[in-house]
C-alpha cells in the first residue's frame, strides 16, 4: 500500500477517525491524559508548519487577481462567526467560561481542515487557501480586538498574551514552512504524501488529549453547550453559502465561502482559552467540543456539495 493510497484514507474517514478517537477520549480520558495540554501548541504548530510546507507564492496570487473574494471571506469570517457565537451564548443562558470558550471559537481564523474540506466539495481551493492565509495572517490582531470588544463586560481578555500565542503557534510555524518549501523543493517532493497522515495523526492528537483532560467538564455541561456549538457551526456554513448565491459568486467560490466560515480553528481556540481566560475552567469546553464536531460536518458537507454544479 503506498504512501498516497494510505494519505486519500486517512483524509477520506477523517471524520470517523476523530469521532472514534474522541469517543474514547470522552469515555476513557485516560486514553489522551498521557499528552500534557501545553502539548497541544506544539501539535498545532506541526499542523501549521505542514500547512506551509504546500504553500507557494502563486497560492497567494489570488489575493490579488480575485481581491474582492479574498475580501469578503475575511470581513465575513470575523463578523458572522463571532455575532453567532455572542447572540447564541446570550440567547442560551451560557454560563461565563462556556460563553467566553464558544466566543473564543467565533473570533479564530478558518481551520487549516476548511482547505481540505473544500477540495473535497470541489470547491475553490486557491481561494480556500487565499482566505485561511489572509485570516490567519490578521488574526494576531483581529481575534483579540473583537475577542475583547464582545466580552469585556464579561470577563477579562488578555489580549497581548493571545496575540503571542497565534503569533507563535500559526503565523511562525506557517513561515517557516513556506521558506522550507521555497529553499528545499527536493525535500518538499519527498515528504508531501505523508502530510495528510501527519495533519490527521496531529489533529487526533489535539483532540485526544483536550477531550480527555476536558472529559469530566463536557460530561457535566449538558446538552445546551453541544447544541450551541452544532448551531454555531450550521448556521456558519448556511451564511457562507446564503452570502454567495446573493453576491453571485460561482459555485466553487461559493463553496469555498461556506467552508471557510462554517470551519474554525478550534485547537487554536482552545489553546488560547488556556492563555486568555486561565481562571474560567469551562472556556476550553467548546473549543474541544467544536473540534469533534466541525470535522464530521465538513466531511459531511463535502459529500452534499460535491455534486452541486
Not at 481581491?67 to 463571532?82: E, H, N, R, S, Y
Request: with cysteine; aromatic share 8%; charged share 10%.
Amino acid at each position: 500500500m503506498g504512501m498516497k493510497t494510505i494519505a486519500h484514507f486517512f483524509s477520506r474517514f477523517m471524520a470517523l477517525i476523530v469521532l472514534a478517537v474522541a469517543a474514547l477520549a470522552l469515555f476513557v480520558p485516560s486514553s489522551g491524559l498521557w499528552i500534557s495540554l501545553k502539548a497541544v501548541n506544539y501539535l498545532l504548530m506541526v499542523v501549521m508548519f505542514g500547512m506551509g510546507l504546500t504553500m507557494k507564492l502563486d497560492d497567494f496570487k489570488v489575493v490579488f487577481t480575485q481581491p474582492k473574494d479574498v475580501l469578503i471571506g475575511c470581513l465575513a469570517q470575523f463578523t458572522v462567526m463571532p455575532l453567532l457565537a455572542f447572540s447564541l451564548g446570550k440567547i442560551f443562558g451560557l454560563e461565563a467560561g462556556l460563553l467566553a470558550g464558544v466566543i473564543l471559537v467565533g473570533t479564530c481564523p478558518g481551520g487549516t481542515s476548511s482547505n481540505v474540506i473544500t477540495y473535497m466539495s470541489k470547491g475553490n481551493v486557491a481561494l480556500s487557501v487565499g482566505m485561511t492565509s489572509v485570516n490567519t495572517l490578521l488574526s494576531p490582531i483581529v481575534t483579540p480586538a473583537i475577542t475583547y470588544l464582545l466580552l469585556r463586560t464579561s470577563v477579562k481578555v488578555d489580549m497581548l498574551a493571545m496575540c503571542l500565542s497565534i503569533l507563535q503557534v500559526v503565523i511562525l510555524p506557517i513561515a517557516l514552512g513556506f521558506v522550507v518549501n521555497k529553499f528545499a523543493k527536493k525535500f518538499v517532493a519527498k515528504v508531501i504524501d505523508i502530510l495528510p497522515v501527519v495533519s490527521v495523526i496531529a489533529i487526533c492528537l489535539i483532540v485526544s488529549t483536550v477531550v480527555s483532560h476536558n472529559a469530566e467538564k463536557i460530561l457535566t455541561t449538558g446538552a445546551i453547550v453541544f447544541v450551541v456549538v452544532i448551531l454555531h457551526n450550521l448556521l456558519g456554513y448556511a451564511c457562507g453559502f446564503g452570502l454567495g448565491k446573493v453576491l453571485k459568486m460561482d459555485m466553487p467560490k461559493t463553496k469555498a465561502l461556506t467552508v471557510e466560515i462554517g470551519m474554525q480553528n478550534s485547537g487554536l481556540a482552545t489553546s488560547l482559552a488556556n492563555t486568555a481566560f486561565p481562571s474560567l475552567a469551562m472556556a476550553t469546553v467548546p473549543g474541544a467540543i467544536f473540534s469533534v464536531w466541525h470535522n464530521i460536518s465538513g466531511a459531511i458537507l463535502a459529500n452534499i456539495l460535491r455534486n452541486r454544479e
